[in-house]
Nanobody, 127 residues
Framework: QLQLVESGGGLVQPGGSLRLSCTAS????????IGWFRQAPGKEREGVSC?????????ANSVEGRFTISRDNAKNTMTVYLQMNSLKAEDTAVYYC???????????????????WGQGTQVTVSS
């Protein structure tokens, strides 16, 4: 059973940085795409960044150059990080880690195929 647990959210001033972590367990890393999504109040959930099962990265235009996704692999556990720099007020949202089974070299920026989700972690950017 694949499980995803996020951590690292909090309150940060505009221009500051945060690093989110997602610990994924109970699966074979080569068979899943894993990504970060966010949802602000009153808005739809949107893709932020993702890794394909082959390790290819993808970023939303709104975070390109500011956010970096990375990962540490173990045998049946993977930790995926989202380093967020130059944070803006519009980055405020609940951030979710998600995964779906895939062998494609590309990962989806849409939440549609993702069927495993973490509980979310709040990120608030405010002075």
């Amino acid at each position: 059973q694949l499980q995803l647990v996020e951590s690292g959210g909090g309150l940060v001033q505009p221009g500051g940085s945060l690093r989110l972590s997602c610990t994924a367990s109970g699966f074979t890393v080569d068979n899943y795409a894993i990504g970060w999504f966010r949802q602000a109040p009153g808005k739809e959930r949107e893709g932020v960044s993702c890794f394909s099962s082959t390790g290819r990265e993808n970023y939303a235009n709104s975070v390109e150059g500011r956010f970096t996704i990375s990962r540490d692999n173990a045998k049946n556990t993977m930790t995926v990080y989202l380093q967020m720099n130059s944070l803006k007020a519009e980055d405020t949202a609940v951030y979710y880690c998600a995964a779906y089974s895939s062998k494609s070299p590309f990962c989806s920026g849409s939440p549609t195929p993702y069927n495993y989700w973490g509980q979310g972690t709040q990120v608030t950017v405010s002075s």
